[in-house]
């Protein structure tokens, strides 16, 4: 299936805060259901047993959206004794507010407002730099650039999680819109995303043009998701 290139969301653009609120609660919604936060902190957790328990773990979450992911590490923290700070990056100042609303019982957690492809973060200031449905959002150059930046701000892991493009995940995802109760938006972007999605054989192209080395990719046709993890 050819990927839907320069096809754009309706979250990609302005969207009532409501109706952004609901949408972003639906992806952490299905996220928690199908196992893509769990992909994500599993991979986070086996970075952490690689480090020193006397310092932080330093996490930046790029497109973290209203901190989901970013709130369940903090948890997944808190029960292990062990300290993190996770540094959310979004782009969109409403999502952003969003995020510094939903996360302000998490001191652990700073929201920056920033693109991907330009992150105002020092070179090899985190342990790991996780995006999670984020990179389908960016055509090739601009994702080339996002994962750059990834890796000049790691020091650790690279970690990305995105949907798998296919027709049997377009089917999952579709169903799974119509299926549930979602919100229009959700029920809308969810089957275009995965058009959106890379590949692995794209993805690994895309972590080549970065300059990323040692790529591991793994696909989860069940919940129609790859993650790619480059050390």
Do not use: K
């Amino acid at each position: 299936m050819r990927r839907a290139a320069g096809a754009l969301e309706l979250l990609d653009g302005a969207v009532p805060s409501a109706d952004l609120a609901a949408t972003l609660g639906d992806l952490d919604r299905l996220d928690a259901w199908l196992g893509g936060h769990a992909l994500s902190l599993a991979r986070v957790r086996r970075a952490a047993r690689a480090m020193p328990r006397d310092r932080a773990l330093v996490v930046v979450d790029v497109g973290g959206g209203a901190g989901g992911f970013a709130r369940r590490l903090v948890r997944w923290s808190r029960r292990r004794r062990r300290r993190v700070r996770v540094v959310l990056v979004e782009r969109d100042g409403a999502t952003a507010e969003l995020a510094r609303r939903d996360c302000a019982a998490c001191p652990e957690i700073e929201v920056v407002r920033a693109d991907a492809t330009a992150l105002p973060l020092a070179a090899a200031s985190a342990d790991v730099v996780h995006a999670a449905l984020t990179l389908h959002h960016l055509e090739p150059d601009a994702a080339v650039a996002a994962l750059g930046e990834m890796a000049r701000v790691a020091r650790g892991r690279v970690i990305i999680n995105d949907l798998a493009r296919s027709r049997l995940a377009l089917a999952l995802v579709w169903l799974a819109t119509r299926l549930l109760a979602v919100h229009p938006i959700s029920r809308h972007d969810g089957p275009l995303s995965v058009r959106r999605a890379y590949a692995p054989a794209e993805l690994l192209e895309l972590f080549r043009r970065a300059g990323l080395r040692g790529v591991r990719v793994q696909r989860y046709r069940a919940i129609a998701r790859l993650v790619a993890e480059a050390a």
